[in-house]
């Protein structure tokens, strides 16, 4: 049965239409088949062996993971990559401190020398990828039981990845496609040896901030710049001063012809995840549930950061990253909410669900009941869902930070209750563990933990239900008298964990004696109390419900199918590489507001304003713009500085190059139109932009600011 469906779908995608509209994140694999000759029809002069080849030096071996969730590229052949600013934020501030800010003044190696080693950063490249569904298949049939079917699929893809990269220094990522009716394997190759080479001031890299984070007109100059390093052989190699520039096999030339009005794109990246097949109630959790109660969380915690920060410059510097990460999803979650309602999104579902209800009442009767199926489970799982959310902004997503670095000593706790006692892995474990109160300390500020740790915990009881109450509302509710302040007072005042001193000393003497005194700690038994309602009263429940959702998905994605067989279908994105074509094109934002596809210097210098953080205009770029000493990246009496074109985007994309026609690098992807972040939900052609930094500003910056034109005679420059 299950390859008899197997066949159904890839017959089906093969004679589907080609797309027609510029929606869609594509496997670069399968280009030729499904893709490129709509590209071509748009302007690509390229060929899809160009873009992906296993055998030949292509453009996907200029394209990697950089670090975690975003992507990076190639621009020389001696391992320079450039991504976003926001993607090198956390490396640019692990080196800056009030004696060496360089988020606020920027930072320039000017040798390769100088450049700096970011401890615990990657970067990926992807090798190949092979369609293996069969392989994962293998051995599953229709009288399986959802949790039996996943335990063989699960040890047939272990199986899998073992067999591909034995005797190899690869890793192997195996993931499912079209929710599991289609699975592929990726070989990757990881270099660990990433250096700093350059970012420019976050007056740059980070204008305009939260206010005009997701947001166009933009004038951000998102970008930063690191060199990859290998061991003589050209390899992956950890740090050492012996390692070499990493010599690609493709790096991307870097095109100063610029982009106008109705240009061909490409964006080639690792989007994060979309969910463009989810039903009518799944929008309707996030919409009226989830998205409204998270903001509310997060509006509270930047408040509070903000107001410190504003205050006193190193406080700043010490919460930037965790700002900014906050901030991230707030706004987005905002604009997506706004964009859905906008589109009549769940209305628009609803109906699309009664027509494919009619249709498989009628055609495919073992169909007819999966939005009934769907119905009753998210009535229970959102309860659930919007729970697990509200825990995570407590204590794992930048909630009270107290509690999160007690939480980290539940490792040695895990060592010295094994039966046999470790001693070697107790010891790497003690300085793994010393190295991250280091850094914690050093981007800690105690007065805001404590002012959080009160209303996160506030809120909770007021939003969450009773069931889910943590056992230490007992307490606050009793010895306390709900008076949450005094509670927390008691946290801070009795716990370690506030000291990095007494926290170095804990960890350095632990013990099998220890154990006791970390299990009375207040900070340590916050966390437990939380974490033991997750995992006692939430986790086995959403474990539950994402298994049935699981399958209904699988079912229902292999329904549409059917019932649209002349629809373009694409998988969603799930942080594989991905190609996604479109124009360089404005757009109507709103009755009466037309935007342009492109923004230039004139509008950072409209925006200065040096009372507001993110709108100090740099004293170099103001004389730059007064002298008009742009060189060669003026055009019309400016210098171009970020555009927007229909690429379908979404996280992870940050970073990705933006192509031209020919294969050129013109931008880096950074951001999407407000008006158009629903896109992950469904795309709207008319308002759905990403936004890219023009690689012009990137030279310009490069060059006539920072003063280091060296890179330049890295690069291939198409004039």
């Not at 002012?451 to 939003?463: D, F, G, H, R």
């Not at 600011?705 to 004039?719: F, H, N, Q, R, S």
């Amino acid at each position: 049965m299950y390859r008899k469906l197997l066949l159904i779908l890839v017959a089906a995608l093969l004679l589907q239409p080609l797309a027609k509209a510029d929606e869609g994140m594509w496997i670069p694999m399968l280009l030729k088949k499904y893709n490129i000759e709509r590209m071509q029809e748009l302007g690509f002069k390229l060929t899809a062996e160009d873009v992906y080849s296993v055998n030949e030096a292509c453009l996907k071996d200029a394209v990697v993971i950089f670090g975690r969730g975003c992507t990076g590229e190639l621009i020389s052949d001696k391992g320079l990559i450039v991504t976003n600013h926001h993607c090198g934020y956390g490396q640019i501030q692990y080196h800056s401190s009030v004696e060496n800010d360089y988020l606020t003044n920027g930072f320039w190696a000017m040798s390769q020398d100088e450049e700096l080693v970011n401890p615990g950063l990657s970067v990926t490249f992807l090798k190949r990828m092979d369609d293996v569904t069969e392989r994962v298949l293998e051995g599953v049939n229709d009288d399986m039981e959802t949790a039996e079917r996943k335990k063989v699929i699960d040890a047939n893809i272990k199986a899998i990845k073992e067999e591909a990269i034995k005797d190899t220094h690869y890793k192997a990522v195996l993931k499912p496609f079209f929710q599991g009716n289609q699975y592929f394997l990726f070989i990757n190759e990881v270099f660990t040896d990433v250096r700093l080479v350059g970012a420019p001031p976050s007056a740059i890299g980070k204008f305009g901030g939260d206010t005009d984070n997701w947001m166009w007109p933009r004038h951000t100059g998102d970008f930063s710049m690191f060199r990859i390093y290998a061991n003589k052989d050209n390899e992956p190699a950890d740090y050492s001063k012996d390692n070499v520039p990493y010599q690609p096999a493709q790096h991307f030339p870097v095109s100063l012809k610029g982009v106008n009005e109705g240009d061909f794109t490409m964006v080639f990246g690792y989007p994060g995840s979309t969910y463009q097949y989810v039903p009518s109630y799944h929008l309707e959790m996030l919409t009226e549930t989830v998205n409204p109660k998270l903001i509310d969380v997060r509006t509270q915690k930047l408040g509070i950061m903000n107001r410190y920060q504003g205050a006193d410059p190193a406080v700043r510097i010490k919460y930037a990253a965790k700002n900014a990460r906050i901030s991230n999803s707030w706004k987005r979650w905002i604009g997506e909410n706004r964009g859905l309602e906008i589109l009549d999104a769940i209305n628009k579902k609803q109906q699309y669900e009664a027509d494919f209800t009619a249709w498989a009442k009628a055609q495919k009767p073992e169909y007819a009941d999966l939005l009934t199926k769907y119905k009753a489970i998210y009535k229970d799982y959102t309860n659930y869902n919007l729970t697990y959310g509200y825990y995570r902004e407590m204590i794992p997503s930048n909630g009270m930070e107290i509690a999160y670095l007690a939480n980290q000593m539940n490792a040695l706790k895990d060592i010295y209750t094994a039966k046999e006692l470790n001693e070697e892995a107790a010891q790497k474990l003690k300085e793994k563990l010393t190295e991250r109160v280091e850094l914690f300390f050093k981007n800690y500020y105690e007065p805001i933990d404590m002012e959080l740790s009160v209303k996160l915990l506030t809120m909770y009881a007021e939003n969450i239900d009773a069931a889910f109450q943590p056992d230490v509302y007992a307490s606050i509710n009793g010895k306390y008298k709900g008076n949450v302040a005094k509670y927390v007072d008691y946290v801070f005042g009795k716990s370690i964990f506030d000291d990095k001193a007494a926290v170095l000393a804990f960890i350095n003497e632990f013990s099998a004696k220890s154990l006791k005194k970390l299990e009375k700690d207040p900070a340590y038994h916050l966390n437990e109390s939380f974490a033991a309602v997750y995992k006692d009263k939430v986790y086995p429940q959403l474990k539950k419900f994402k298994l049935q959702l699981s399958a209904l998905d699988k079912d229902y994605m292999a329904a549409q199918m059917q019932f649209k067989a002349d629809k373009v279908f694409y998988p969603d994105a799930n942080f594989t590489l991905r190609v996604s074509y479109g124009q360089v094109k404005g757009y109507t934002a709103r009755d009466a507001v037309e935007y342009k596809h492109f923004t230039t210097l004139e509008g950072i210098m409209e925006k200065d304003n040096p009372d507001i953080y993110d709108y100090r205009v740099p004293a170099k770029l103001k004389e730059l713009y007064k002298t008009k000493d742009y060189g060669r990246y003026e055009v019309d009496g400016t210098v171009p500085v970020c555009f927007v074109a229909t690429n379908h985007t979404t996280g992870g994309n940050s970073g990705s190059p933006v192509l031209n026609a020919d294969g050129h690098l013109i931008g880096i992807n950074f951001d999407r139109a407000w008006e158009g972040v629903m896109s992950d939900l469904m795309y709207n052609p008319e308002q759905c932009r990403n936004i890219s930094l023009d690689m012009r500003y990137v030279l310009f910056i490069v060059d006539k600011m920072a003063g280091a034109g060296y890179l330049l005679d890295e690069m291939t420059i198409v004039e």
